[in-house]
C-alpha cells in the first residue's frame, strides 16, 4: 500500500520565511533594548526601573522558546 501524501521534512531552512525571521528578530531585539534602556532611570528610590527590565528581558528569551515552540527543537533532523 502507498500512500498519496508526500511527508515533508522540516528543515530550518523552510521553516520560516526569511520576512517572518526578520520580524521576530527586530521584535524581540527592541524587547531586548527596551530592558536595557529601562535601567537608566534605575535610581535607589526607584525600583520600577528594575522590575520593567526583568519583565522585558525574561519575555525577550521566553516568547521565542515558548511561544513560537523553538525550545524543543534540539532533538530534530
Known amino acids: 500500500m502507498s500512500s498519496n501524501t508526500a511527508k515533508t521534512q522540516q528543515t530550518p ?3 520560516n520565511s526569511l ?3 526578520i520580524i521576530l528578530f527586530v521584535l524581540m531585539m527592541a ?3 527596551g530592558s ?3 535601567l537608566s ?3 535607589l528610590g526607584n525600583p520600577w526601573p528594575m ?3 526583568l519583565v522585558l ?3 525577550a528569551f521566553w516568547i ?3 511561544i513560537l515552540g523553538r525550545s524543543d527543537s534540539a532533538g530534530e533532523f
Open 13 to 15: 531552512q523552510n521553516e
Open 19 to 21: 520576512g517572518s525571521s
Open 31 to 33: 524587547l531586548f533594548a
Open 36 to 38: 536595557l534602556y529601562s
Open 41 to 43: 532611570f534605575l535610581t
Open 51 to 53: 522590575a520593567a527590565c
Open 57 to 59: 528581558f525574561a519575555s
Open 64 to 66: 521565542p522558546q515558548t
